[in-house]
């Protein structure tokens, strides 16, 4: 105990006890319960601490989405709520979904139109129908197109 006594940090923890236990509300707790508990907030303290500190890495956000660059053809993974809002990290210019033709292999930019024309008074029923046909390969004409999703994009490697 004589040990304890002549540590400093023994010291100004004995001072910091004396100090608060002489506080009118932390009177009638006695000081060797009344340290137990401040140790136990102070553990649980630097426990939560601890969980901001070094908390694992999450998921990735849901709103990736792999983009492609109407004018040079950039493709990239981009953190996107609203598509229409985003641009080319090269260029600066308006950027759509990465979608791919199975035939020829090509990667081309499908923009978001759907919205629109679904959202559109004037257009009929029918009109909307028709305007909503599959998108055709630009290169080959072929039907057998289909968007090529985050966990799917390669960037030419595989």
Known sequence: MKLLQNNILFSWWSLII???????????????????????????????????IFDPPSDPPVNQLHTMCTQCGHREIMNLIIPEN??????????????????????????????????????????????????????CRSSKVYYVSRENATFGYQ
């Open 86 to 139: 985003g641009v080319c990290s090269k260029c600066k210019s308006k950027i759509g979904y990465a979608w791919q033709c199975d035939d020829c292999g090509k990667y081309f930019p499908k923009l978001d139109t759907e919205k629109t024309i679904v959202c559109d008074p004037k257009l009929s029923k029918l009109e909307k129908i028709a305007l909503l046909k599959p998108q055709l390969c630009p290169y």
């Open 18 to 52: 004396d100090r608060l236990t002489q506080f009118g509300v932390f009177r009638w707790i006695p000081k060797r319960i009344f340290a137990y508990i401040i140790i136990l907030l102070l553990l649980t303290g630097l426990l939560c601490l601890s969980t901001y």
